[in-house]
């Protein structure tokens, strides 16, 4: 069974940083892309940062560029997501998902597998 479980959230104050973890078990991610959703309350749930996890590049949306860093452990079989200088619009719930992705990373439709999310909260 595929499991990919969050921690590291919480609350913070602005100008802070956090650093999530995104623990994945359950089958091999060779192929995979590795993503940080978020999703704040009554808005879309939108892309954070995708890295591959057998790759190097990496990819951040354009809110979060130069703030928050994407890395894997393939060790560990974890992916972390460093955010630093946070801002309340910041706040949300980070997903962490999985899926062997044609085309648009942003698609949060094509993940196979998702976590169960992690609070974040960023206060003024």
């Known amino acids: 069974q595929v499991q990919l479980v969050e921690s590291g959230g919480g609350l913070v104050q602005a100008g802070d940083s956090l650093r999530l973890s995104c623990a994945a078990s359950?089958?091999?991610?060779?192929?995979?892309?590795i993503a940080w959703f978020r999703q704040a309350p009554g808005k879309e749930r939108e892309l954070v940062a995708t890295?591959?996890?057998?790759?190097?590049?990496?990819n951040y949306a354009d809110s979060v560029k130069g703030r928050f860093t994407i890395s894997r452990d393939n060790a560990k079989n974890t992916v972390h997501l460093q955010m630093t200088s946070l801002k309340p619009e910041d706040t949300a719930v980070y997903y962490c998902?999985?899926?062997?992705?044609?085309?648009?990373?942003?698609?949060?439709?094509?993940?196979?597998?998702w976590g169960q999310g992690t609070q974040v909260t960023v206060s003024s």
């Open positions: 890295i591959k996890w057998s790759g190097r590049n990496a």
């Open positions: 359950g089958r091999t991610f060779g192929s995979h892309t």
């Open positions: 998902a999985a899926g062997i992705i044609i085309g648009s990373v942003s698609d949060d439709s094509k993940y196979a597998y």
